[in-house]
């Protein structure tokens, strides 16, 4: 994500996704869930000048994604969107070029 912020032309964010029992009184606990939706890729960005929307799910070097992360990704690409999966920092530099010359992943 760092790597990615010094690019000049890309607005980019973390994407926390997930759920926590919290307290709610009288020794109960609710399940709150957080984040845009289940399988939302970890860095969500704008591309300028057009605005075109960036998703990158981040993966060590043998993690898959789940269903969920594909379906987020298929939809984002499927709206004109880039989505893509990397696993390292000059991946994501190259995925974001890819974006930038029009590419969907």
């Known amino acids: 994500m760092f790597a990615l912020r010094r690019e000049p032309d890309l607005l ?6 997930g759920a926590a029992r919290l307290p709610v009184g009288n020794g109960r ?8 939706t289940k399988g939302a890729s970890d860095l969500l ?16 070097a043998r993690g898959r994604t789940t269903p969920e992360q594909e379906a987020f990704l298929e ?8 989505a893509c999966v990397v696993r390292s920092a000059d991946e994501a530099r190259a995925a974001i070029e890819r974006a930038r010359r029009g590419e969907m992943e």
């Open 45 to 60: 960005g704008v591309l300028a000048p057009g605005g075109r929307i960036i998703a990158i799910e981040l993966k060590a």
């Open 75 to 82: 939809g984002i690409r499927a709206f004109g969107g880039f």
């Open 29 to 36: 606990e609710r399940l709150v869930r957080f984040g845009l």
């Open 12 to 17: 980019i964010y973390r994407q926390n996704v």
